[in-house]
């Protein structure tokens, strides 16, 4: 006698199971997002044939270890992301907003690899031939090693990249996809669970690297389980404003490489370029002998990227003064804030503060701290800081200037740009090498670097 159907509830948003139905989701607290589905019980597997494919334990000593030669996929930006390139056998998840250039990004990936005669197969579910047809002549010319296939079942897909075997494959969108033997719809959570193991089954035992391209939610994340960002070896997010013209890709999750690598990319008519020397393309148009404005330096990964931090400080007309921070923590400007109202004495209780990171970049490092502080102070005081001048440093909550790390990296980027002046720690003295053609300020305290900036402002 057949067993019923189980009936589940699972959340949209996180995935979280439930054997009844409840408005608000205890794992990610998200309201009314449970959806009712069905789910088969699974049979139990025979005593015959599945003993003689278990495996044995291997000693540690006798597994030979291997580089896994990686296929570069000729944009520098992406290989960097991945940790030097793609690695045959992964699986790679790539999430954004809509309209942010997954697609366009990676068809310009397919068309790089078929040229270097490597086979690559697009299956799409969401456009159809010639719309990817149209975008394809957009970016450039095509050799005969892409295929293109319009499907979403995951049979049909597994049955076709068997026959064909490309070295590459592209999915776009795993939302989109649905596996025959699930009732649910295409875009569920049971759904795309299951096809992505499908996926991971296809590139670890074939050999094929397949890049899935998944949807985002409203807060940011890879609309699905979370087990989908745990089943996959890479987790690539493309960051910024689609009406703006540069992209930031971003690792969260990588196998093969560091997460803390980004690269960054710039919108144009024949699909995306790449910006090779982001700390440039940042500082465009800044603006000449304005107060509120300083340079300062972080690092994303092993690259130092400068940005110009903007402060406008001004009376306030309320009882509570607004305070704003876009491009860095909100929270992070306020305890700065304080500092400076504490032990230097700048008094900033009744009026108003924007901080603002130009060009949308978002900075979380603490070693932008004395930049902000100093942009607070020069708008203030309006005092205009020179704009051969760059600085950086963590400000403790007791004015100290603390280190930070690669220091040395952050000088050398601030001289290839025609930086003058570095104001940094003082306990960062021993890292820093002396450079020829650029001054170095330490400083001990935020107190020191104001004091400077006054003098020589």
């Not at 408005?23 to 959806?35: I, L, R, S, Y």
């Not at 304080?338 to 008094?347: N, Q």
Request: charged content about 25%; glycine content about 10%.
């Amino acid at each position: 006698m057949l067993k019923n159907k189980k009936i589940v509830y699972f959340c949209q948003e996180c995935g979280y199971e439930s054997t009844k139905w409840m408005g608000q989701c205890p794992g990610c607290k998200a309201w009314n997002t449970f959806v009712e589905e069905a789910v088969s019980p699974k049979k139990s597997s025979g005593s015959g044939k599945s003993q003689e494919k278990r495996q044995e334990p291997v000693m540690l000593k006798d597994i030979n270890l291997t580089e896994d030669e990686r296929q570069t996929c000729g944009i520098g930006e992406l290989d960097r992301v991945l940790g030097g390139g793609i690695v045959p056998g992964s699986l790679v998840l790539v999430g954004g907003d809509p309209g942010i250039g997954k697609s366009t990004l990676l068809l310009q990936v397919c068309r790089n690899l078929a040229q270097k005669d490597v086979s690559v197969l697009y299956i799409s579910g969401e456009e159809s031939l010639r719309q990817i047809k149209l975008r394809a002549n957009r970016i450039g010319d095509f050799t005969d090693k892409l295929q293109l296939l319009c499907e979403t079942n995951l049979e049909a897909i597994r049955e076709i990249i068997e026959r064909k075997k490309p070295d590459v494959a592209v999915v776009d969108s795993i939302q989109t996809m649905f596996h025959e033997d699930i009732s649910s719809a295409p875009g569920s959570v049971s759904q795309v669970r299951e096809s992505t193991n499908v996926l991971m089954q296809i590139a670890k035992g074939m050999g094929v690297s397949i890049f899935i391209v998944g949807h985002v939610t409203k807060e940011g994340n890879v609309a699905g389980p979370r087990v989908l960002e745990h089943m996959v070896d890479t987790v690539l997010y493309f960051e910024g404003d689609r009406h703006a013209s540069y992209r930031i890709l971003r690792a969260v999750k990588n196998r093969f490489g560091s997460t803390n690598e980004i690269g960054v990319f710039e919108m144009r008519n024949i699909g995306l370029e790449e910006v090779k020397n982001p700390s440039e393309f940042m500082l465009n148009g800044r603006p000449k002998d304005a107060s509120g404005s300083v340079v300062a330096c972080s690092m994303e990964g092993t690259r130092p990227i400068l940005v110009e931090i903007q402060a406008l400080i001004c009376q306030s007309n309320f009882g509570i003064p607004r305070r704003t921070a876009v491009g860095t923590d909100f929270n992070r400007v306020n305890l700065l804030m304080a500092v400076l109202e504490r032990k230097v004495g700048v008094h900033l209780a009744s009026s108003d503060a924007y901080v603002n990171i130009a060009g949308g970049m978002k900075m979380t490092e603490p070693a932008i701290d004395l930049g902000i502080c100093l942009a607070i102070v020069s708008s203030f005081k309006d005092i205009v800081i020179p704009d051969t001048v760059m600085a950086f440093g963590e400000i403790g909550l007791s004015g100290e200037v603390r280190a930070v790390s690669m220091a040395g990296q952050r000088v050398q980027e601030a001289k290839k740009l025609g930086f003058e002046t570095v104001i940094l720690p003082e306990v960062c003295k021993s890292s820093v090498e002396k450079t020829q053609g650029i001054r170095l300020v330490y400083v001990s305290q935020v107190q020191d670097a104001i004091s400077y900036i006054m003098k020589h402002g």
